[in-house]
Structures are given as structure tokens and as C-alpha cells.
């Protein structure tokens, strides 16, 4: 079992940055992969990126690529997303999740934290 609470989202203007964390207690962060995903209503949950183990090995969706970077920190039980250059396509409830394997997929991730919202203005 692992929890996860997601952080640092909120309001900005398009063009802006923001850093979203995700802190994980529970079973050994390590063993897992991290993913990050974002759902605005009405639409399915979108995958964004997703890291492995190690944090050798990165994957986006092709909307953000270039502008969102994954990084994890194993000794502070962390995953990271570094969002540059937002736009308000980007707007969304944000999550991290944790999965045995590394997947761009929801099926692929067990755990998942509750959320948190970004906004960008145009």
C-alpha cells in the first residue's frame, strides 16, 4: 500500500510555470514507477508522463512534450512535474499515481492521489 498527496497546483497566467509534487508514504517508493495524469470534466483521464524506477527512462504525451519535465527523488519519497510554458489547454485536476510497471495507461498505475488543480488564463 502507498498514499500520495500531490501539491503546487493553482492559477496562472498562460506562458507561466508551475511545479507540481507529489509526495508518497507507504510501501517503498522505489519499487514503483511514477506517472502523472490530468482529467478536466466531461473528458476520460489523460496521460502526461511517466518515470521509471530508477528515473533513467521518461515518457510524455506528445501535447506536452518539450514543456513538462518528470523527476523523482527515491531519498525524499518524490515525484516532480515541471510544466513550462502553460497554456490553458493545460488546465486540469492533476494526479500521481504508482505502478508496478511503466505504463501510459490508468490500468497500468494502482495507487493514486486526490488531485490537484491547476488553472491557466488566457
Known amino acids: 500500500q502507498v498514499q500520495l498527496v500531490e501539491s503546487g497546483g493553482r492559477l496562472v497566467q498562460a506562458g507561466g510555470s508551475l511545479r507540481l509534487s507529489c509526495a508518497a508514504s507507504?510501501?517503498?517508493?522505489?519499487?514503483?514507477?511514477m506517472g502523472w495524469f490530468r482529467q478536466v470534466p466531461g473528458k476520460e483521464r489523460e496521460f502526461v508522463a511517466t518515470?521509471?524506477?530508477?528515473?533513467?527512462?521518461?515518457y510524455y504525451v506528445d501535447s506536452v512534450k518539450g514543456r513538462f519535465t518528470i523527476s523523482r527523488d527515491n531519498a525524499k519519497n518524490s515525484v516532480y512535474l515541471q510544466m513550462n510554458s502553460l497554456k490553458s489547454e493545460d488546465t486540469a485536476v492533476y494526479y500521481c499515481?504508482?505502478?508496478?510497471?511503466?505504463?501510459?495507461?490508468?490500468?497500468?498505475?494502482?495507487?493514486w492521489g486526490q488531485g490537484t488543480q491547476v488553472t491557466v488564463s488566457s
Open positions: 507507504g510501501r517503498a517508493f522505489s519499487s514503483f514507477s
Open positions: 518515470i521509471t524506477r530508477s528515473g533513467h527512462s521518461t
Open positions: 499515481a504508482a505502478g508496478d510497471t511503466v505504463g501510459t495507461t490508468s490500468n497500468n498505475y494502482k495507487y
